[in-house]
C-alpha cells in the first residue's frame, strides 16, 4: 500500500490538474490498443519462442516505445520491434565505457554484418551494463531477423552500417579526447544527431512504404524522416544535460556553451543561473528548428497505427521542451513531464490538426516565458510564429471542429473571426445569418452540455474514489487506536487503577459542579 505521502501527492495533482487525472482514468480503464500482439500470432510471431522472447526484450529495454510500437499495424509490430532491438544492441556497445576501443570499433562497424550470422551474440559487455542480456541472448533477434521479407532486411542493414559507421567514429573521438569529449560546432552536432537518430526516422520510413501501408514516396522522404529524428534526440540531449556531463560527455555543442562559460560545467556553478538559461535557450531554438518538418511528415501519414507510433513521440518532445525552457533544473537533473501530462498528450495525438495545436500551445508557452534580454529572444519568437503561421494555414482558427464551416460572409455572427467577412456573398438566396448563427449557438450549446455531462461523471468518480481513500485511512486510524489503546493488554492502555481514580475524579467533579448549580439556584431565587 502506498504511503501517506504518496496519497497526499496523488491527491495534490489530481486537484491541481483534474485533466490529466480524468486523462489517466480513461487510458487506464476504457482505452483500448489498436492492436494486441497476442491476437495476431501469425504477423506478430507471437507464437514462436524466439519471437516472444524477443518480445521480451523490447519490455524490458523501453518503457516508452514498447506500447507503441506493439500496436503498429500486422507485420509492422514485428518489423519495428526486431528494427528497434538491432539498434538498441548497437547503442548498447557504443554506450559502454568498459569496452576498450580497439574491440568497440570493429564490432560497431560490423555489426550489419552479424545480422546474417547464425547464432552471434555478444558477451563483452560489462557486468553492470543495463541492456547486457540483449546482446548475451542477440541470437534470438538474429533468428527473427533473417526471417523478414528481403525488403525490410535491407532497409534495416543498410541503417545498422551506417550508424555503426558514426557511432564508431564518435568513439574513437571520445576516446581520444582523453574522457572528455564535446562537440565543436552545430554542423558536427547535427552529424552526431543524424547518425544515432536521423537514420532511425530514415529506417523507419522505409520500413513503412515496404510495409504498403503507407506510400513508396515516404521511404524518399530523408530530409523530412531526419529532421523527426533530430527533433528528438536534440531535446533528449537537452534534458539529459547534467548526466551527460558527470558522465564525461558534452552533447551541447561547444558554439552554444563556450559563448559563456569556458567550461561546460561552469554552467551549473553558483553565480552563472543566467548564463545557463541563455544556453538552454539556444538550445531549445535549435530543436524547434525541426518542428515545422515534423509536422509536415505527420501529414503524409495515412495509417493511423502508424501516425500515432510518429505522433506520440513528437508531441512529447515538444511538451519536454516547453518544461525545460528557462528552468534551472536543467543544470541538476534529468527534467521529465508528468505522467498525466504524458498520457493526456498520448490521448490527443491522434489526427495532424490536434498535434499542430499540442505543437503551436507548447511554443506559445516558451514564447511567453522568453526574456527580451535573451541573445536568442528574436529567434524564439520566429520560431514561434512559423509554428503558428503553418498551424493557421492548414487548419484555420475560424473553422470550429463540431460546426459546419463558413462559406461565404453570410456566417459571420457577433464574436466570430473577422475573416469570415472576407469570403464574398453567399450564391444561395436562402441563407439567413440569423438562422446560420441560431444553428451555431445550438451546436454549441450541445457541444458544452456534452462536455458538462461527462466532467460531472469524471468528478463523481473522483470523489468516490476520495471518500474511499478517507474511509480506508479512517479504519486504519481506528484499528491503531484499538491495537495500541483499547484492546486489553495494549502497549497505552490505562492500567485497572488509574482508570478507578479517573472515574471517581470524574464523579467527584460531577457532584461539586451539581452542589454548586443548586446553592446559585437557591440564591437566585431569594434575591427575586
Known amino acids: 500500500m502506498p504511503g501517506l505521502s504518496k496519497i497526499g501527492s496523488l491527491l495534490l495533482g489530481a486537484l ?3 485533466n490529466e487525472t480524468k486523462a489517466l482514468v480513461n487510458y487506464a480503464v476504457w482505452r483500448d490498443p489498436l492492436n494486441r500482439i497476442e491476437d495476431n500470432p501469425a504477423t506478430s510471431g507471437w507464437d514462436r519462442d524466439d ?7 523490447l519490455d524490458a529495454t523501453s518503457r516508452s516505445f514498447a506500447a507503441v510500437i506493439k500496436e503498429l499495424d500486422g507485420d509492422l509490430s514485428r518489423v519495428v520491434a526486431l528494427f528497434y532491438l538491432i539498434l538498441r544492441g548497437l547503442d548498447t556497445i557504443e554506450d559502454d565505457m568498459s569496452i576498450p ?3 568497440k570499433a570493429p564490432v560497431l562497424e560490423s555489426f550489419y554484418l552479424r545480422l546474417e550470422e547464425d547464432g552471434w551474440n555478444f558477451t563483452g559487455s560489462g557486468p553492470t551494463e543495463k541492456d547486457r542480456a540483449l546482446l548475451v541472448d542477440f541470437q534470438v533477434v538474429i533468428a ?7 525488403g525490410y532486411k535491407k532497409a534495416i542493414s543498410d541503417i545498422t552500417k551506417k550508424m555503426g559507421e558514426g557511432m564508431a567514429r564518435y568513439s574513437r573521438l571520445y576516446e581520444e579526447s582523453g574522457g572528455k569529449f564535446s562537440v565543436d560546432t552545430f554542423a558536427s552536432f547535427d552529424l552526431y544527431c543524424h547518425y544515432v537518430a536521423g537514420l532511425v526516422g530514415e529506417g523507419l520510413s522505409r520500413l513503412f512504404s515496404a510495409s504498403g501501408k503507407e506510400s513508396p514516396e515516404l521511404g524518399e522522404q530523408l530530409s523530412l524522416s531526419n529532421s523527426m529524428g533530430l527533433m528528438l534526440q536534440k531535446t533528449n540531449i537537452l534534458r539529459d544535460f547534467r548526466e551527460d556531463t558527470d558522465e564525461g560527455r558534452v552533447w551541447w555543442p561547444a558554439e552554444i556553451w563556450s559563448k559563456y562559460v569556458k567550461k561546460p560545467e561552469e554552467l551549473y ?3 552563472n543561473e543566467d548564463k545557463a538559461m541563455w544556453a538552454i535557450s539556444e538550445m531549445t531554438v535549435d530543436a524547434l528548428t525541426h518542428a515545422t518538418d515534423a509536422l509536415d511528415y505527420l501529414t503524409l501519414l495515412t495509417n493511423q497505427s502508424v501516425f500515432n507510433f510518429c505522433a506520440i513521440p ?5 511538451a519536454t521542451l516547453e518544461k525545460c525552457f528557462m528552468n534551472p533544473k536543467v543544470m541538476h537533473q534529468n527534467v521529465k513531464i508528468r505522467k498525466g501530462m504524458a498520457v493526456s498528450l498520448i490521448m490527443g495525438a491522434t489526427n495532424p490538426r490536434d498535434v499542430a495545436y499540442i505543437f503551436r500551445d507548447n511554443v506559445r508557452k516558451i514564447h511567453a516565458r522568453a526574456r527580451a534580454n535573451d541573445p536568442s529572444f528574436i529567434k524564439i519568437a520566429v520560431l514561434s510564429g512559423r509554428v503558428e503561421q503553418w498551424t493557421e494555414n492548414r487548419y484555420p482558427s ?23 467577412k472576407q469570403l464574398g456573398k453567399s450564391e444561395d438566396p436562402n441563407r439567413d445569418p440569423l438562422v446560420i448563427a441560431a444553428r451555431d449557438a445550438r451546436a454549441k450549446a450541445a457541444e458544452q452540455a456534452k462536455m458538462t455531462g461527462e466532467d460531472y461523471k469524471f468528478m463523481g468518480f473522483l470523489m468516490l474514489g476520495v471518500l474511499g481513500i478517507v474511509g480506508v485511512m479512517l479504519g486504519i486510524g481506528f484499528l491503531a487506536l484499538w491495537l495500541l489503546v483499547l484492546r486489553e493488554g495494549a502497549p497505552f492502555a490505562e492500567t485497572p487503577e488509574e482508570l478507578d481514580i479517573w472515574s471517581k475524579s470524574v464523579g467527584m467533579t460531577a457532584t461539586s459542579i451539581a452542589e454548586a448549580a443548586k446553592a446559585t439556584y437557591a440564591a437566585v431565587k431569594g434575591e427575586l
Open 51 to 57: 519471437m516472444r522472447k524477443c518480445w521480451g526484450f
Open 16 to 18: 491541481l490538474h483534474p
Open 314 to 318: 513528437q508531441v512529447m518532445a515538444v
Open 269 to 271: 556553478a553558483p553565480g
Open 398 to 420: 475560424y473553422i470550429v471542429v463540431g460546426t459546419p464551416a463558413p462559406t461565404s460572409s453570410a456566417d459571420w455572427v457577433e464574436g466570430a473571426d473577422a475573416r469570415i
Open 144 to 150: 527473427e531477423f533473417k526471417l523478414l521479407d528481403a
Open 101 to 103: 576501443i580497439d574491440v
